[in-house]
């Protein structure tokens, strides 16, 4: 039996993309996560975690902010000011229905799954009634400055919104804010962007701010209970536990801190500062609870996943799409697959004929023959590459195939090696 030749592909490196956001279903454990290349990856949390579906980079689908999911449906806003809903079966955009207020950064759905709120860069807060289609209900009042994080209090009656300096807690009827309040600023010249904010059913908001503090926010009154500066830098993201007694937050400095809710002197209770986790190396953008297991993810792209005790951490790499590499053996000629086009390349040669063990020296190095992606308009009449889903190269490397959400290409390939 001969000994197989193996070609270590050195020149096939696809960019890792980061995690911009993420959300959780919690009746079916499924985590969608949104990445910076436009695509979102549903992971099915059951069991060892696994992508159970992908849709795609889509064409004016980009920048995509923030998701949520409402009963059985994903929705996702992103800066084109669209607030986009998706299909899950044909993996495609289902819907799209635009904001008042330009870009849009986040949103959120009350626990009656009947509405959606929408924040933008004008100030504005768009409510959205949901049934069997999605229709524009009506905006609140406008504020100044952009809206770049907002939660419903658990009743659905209000809405905590972020922005610069600045947290308002909404009445969603009457569409006015009935408190505004004042974060201060670490220096006098250097605003404060709140970053994220989580609602517990007694009415405390919790908001993760640019100075790197935690605060809590008594919503009925509009004042500030007690604060922590827990990290050295922004804090990107907050979450809560379903119980309410814990909190965990992360940010630009990567290490997540947690907090527990204690009882001190008889009936009172406060929060304190609990352990630590080192994880990530970059970024942390999102934090989600799940039981006893935290999911992290940021800006290197790992999914990680931790819990205690005993102490443990899960990674997850950013995975590549099934069938990203096809082969010719006949004219060995290999098919790299990447998020937005595919490569042709010929291996590297090396005469066999020579008696060697181990690794052969090249006598020619590796060659792209040819970069292929599919160029369309989007609405504003600009070019933009779409997302490719599949592709595949034929054994005598003669026809080259791929699909896009829109389209199926396939082209004849000539090529005579000198």
Not at 217 to 229: L, N, T, V
Not at 325 to 336: F, N
Not at 404 to 413: E, L, S
Request: hydrophobic share 35%; net charge neutral.
């Amino acid at each position: 039996m001969s000994a197989p030749a193996v070609h270590n592909v050195r020149f096939y490196k696809p960019k890792p993309y980061a995690a911009y956001c993420m959300v959780l279903k919690k009746s079916e454990n499924l985590l969608a996560v949104g990445r910076s290349d436009d695509s979102i990856e549903i992971w099915n949390l059951n069991n060892a975690p696994f992508i159970e579906r992908r849709i795609p980079p889509i064409v004016d689908n980009n920048y995509t902010q923030q998701l949520c999911w409402c009963n059985d449906r994903l929705f996702s806003v992103n800066l084109n000011g669209f607030l986009v809903e998706y299909d899950l079966y044909n993996l495609t955009v289902r819907h799209k229905s635009a904001v008042t207020g330009e870009a849009a950064y986040c949103l959120d759905v009350n626990n009656s799954n009947s509405q959606i709120a929408v924040g933008t860069e004008q100030g504005y807060l768009n409510i959205f009634s949901v049934n069997e289609d999605v229709l524009f209900e009506k905006f609140l009042d406008k504020q100044e400055g952009r809206i770049l994080c907002l939660k419903y209090f658990p009743n659905g009656k209000y809405i905590a919104s972020g922005s610069i300096d600045t947290v308002r807690i909404w009445n969603v009827k009457s569409g006015q804010a009935i408190h505004r309040i004042t974060t201060g600023r670490a220096e006098t010249n250097k605003e404060t962007i709140v970053w994220d904010l989580q609602v517990t059913s007694e009415g405390i908001v919790i908001s993760g701010d640019s100075r790197g503090k935690i605060t809590f926010w008594d919503g009925k009154i509009g004042s500030q209970i007690e604060s922590f500066q827990s990290h050295r830098a922004d804090i990107l993201s907050v979450c809560l536990s379903s119980d309410e007694k814990t909190l965990y937050c992360a940010g630009v400095d990567p290490l997540i801190i947690s907090y527990e809710k204690v009882k001190v002197k008889g009936t009172s209770q406060k929060w304190v500062k609990s352990i630590q986790r080192k994880i990530h190396d970059h970024d942390v953008r999102c934090l989600i609870l799940l039981k006893d297991k935290l999911y992290s993810c940021g800006i290197d792209g790992y999914l990680a996943c931790s819990y205690h005790p005993p102490k443990t951490v899960h990674k997850f790499p950013p995975l590549l799409p099934s069938s990203c590499i096809s082969i010719s053996t006949e004219r060995k000629i290999v098919l790299l697959q990447y998020s937005l086009q595919i490569e042709l390349w010929e291996l590297g040669k090396v005469d066999t004929g020579k008696e060697q063990e181990g690794l052969f020296k090249l006598d020619s190095l590796p060659k792209k023959l040819v970069q292929i992606f599919r160029t369309v308009k989007n609405s504003n009449n600009e070019e933009e590459n779409e997302g490719i889903i599949c592709s595949a190269l034929s054994n005598d490397g003669k026809w080259i195939v791929f699909s896009t959400d829109t389209a199926v290409r396939i082209f004849n390939f000539k090529y005579v090696s000198w």
